[in-house]
């Protein structure tokens, strides 16, 4: 632990004469930085604490290392955030909820009233043997923009053979993107005239090639007809660099030349205290309504980090993010768990993922709507985190809200405190 | 069952997307053999996909009841 001095900016008093209250908000990717800038100026002295400046939209790698992109990927983040905001570069070390203070690695600790952990998800590879060497000899479409580029040139010198991609482990952020990527591949082979000289084999863990059934209908017949062959319930125990094989727990095995295989995801490797706030995967255990962290009213958890039971996207960041706005703000908010992924189809179309805790994944059909939607997305997004397109979001979001279950209607789904998602035993 | 075998209590109740059975294979993950995983969820899908994933893995389903509010699996892991 640091023991430089504990910074409290305690000059911050509003124009009104009132004490303004701290909020420290640990992250600066989607929602880190929306809920920044959606906390009035005149109450809260807010500091964004990152260990970047680069905010990087993640979706976009995908089309790094699928369609060479570059364009439009990063952005810095101290221009993202409203002028009232303070941002501090630095690397959080220790999150000391009882006391209220973050340590970190440079600069000092950081005092706080409420703190926001916004620390979204990391790549590793190291659970898995033979991830690390094959992750660093082709790429991957989920780590940084470098890696996606390494794809790509992977990709680029691919002159046909067996190409396998999946998901490493069950966790996966941006759930559609397994899909996306093997239809992607699929289509730049095509496009190289290599389709015919290749065998696409797609791997996952879950029962179907996507894991919410009622969108399996419309992936799982579009990846056939492109001669896709499809591996369920193929769970990655080991790599074997070797023989180039991928081996799952359930004792299958695939033999590829190009291995594409999305790494597992971990929380943020930051010390908490008290430690039984973060589960086995590091990930934040939060409650699922109203993102208190675990036994902590001033702590809130938002983004890819938590243990949410939904997924783990910009969108679910970005709600989560006004609900902590409007809690902090004095009003009353709560999740929903709503999502709404775009689906990439790789011929022109997309379509929408959308559910939420009480509502199952609705079946939406396939359009050139939803696939220029994506794309707009893309463009979007840096102005979304103003807050500026609000209004929009809102009808958008309300215009498409999905029609609850009948039989849970009524009865309120919660999370237990006993025995929050994730693998704690009795 | 034994009552000294681990007994790993899932809640993934809510979740639609990806949906409990990335729970069901997270705990797997980390199971040892004689294990017992207790799944929650509410999406009624659960039943035919742990069946099928008890199958695939050759682990054993101990039950399956639907309890109104929750469904409820129970898997032992025996093979790993």
Known sequence: MTTKATRSF??????AGDIMKRVLIVGGGTGGTMLANHLDRHKFDVTVLSASS???????????????ASANIVRDERRLLSRHVRFVQDKATLVDLPNRVVATESSGRYAYDFIVLATGADTVTSQIAGLDEINKRFGDYHSSVAQAQKLWRSLDAFQGGTIALGQATPICVCPPSPVEGILLVDRLLRQKGLREKSRLVFFTPYPRP???EPMNEIIEPIMKERGIEIMTFFDVDRIDPETRTIISIEGDSITYDLPIVIPAFIGAKI???????IDADHFVITDKETLHVKGFNNAFAIGDGTNIPTSKAGIAAHLESYVVAKQLAGKPATFDGRTNCPVDLADGRGTFVIGSFTAPVVKKRPSR????MKIMMGYFYWISLSGIL???FEVYFAMTKPKPRPELSSAKVRQTKVTPRGASRE | MSELAPHTIIDSRGSSCPGPILDLAMAYRRAKVGDVVELWATDPGVKADVRAWAAKTKNEVVSIDDKGDKIVSVVRIVRR
Not at chain 1, 54 to 68: G, T
Not at chain 1, 271 to 277: G, K, L, R, Y
Not at chain 1, 369 to 372: C, K, P, Q, R
């Open chain 1, 10 to 15: 305690p000059s911050s008093v509003s124009f």
């Open chain 1, 54 to 68: 680069e905010h990087m939209f993640q979706p976009s790698l995908l089309y790094v290392a699928f369609a060479n």
């Open chain 1, 210 to 212: 996507y894991p919410a």
């Open chain 1, 271 to 277: 010390a908490f205290e008290p430690a039984n706030v």
């Open chain 1, 369 to 372: 709507m939803a696939h220029l």
């Open chain 1, 390 to 392: 609000d209004p929009m």
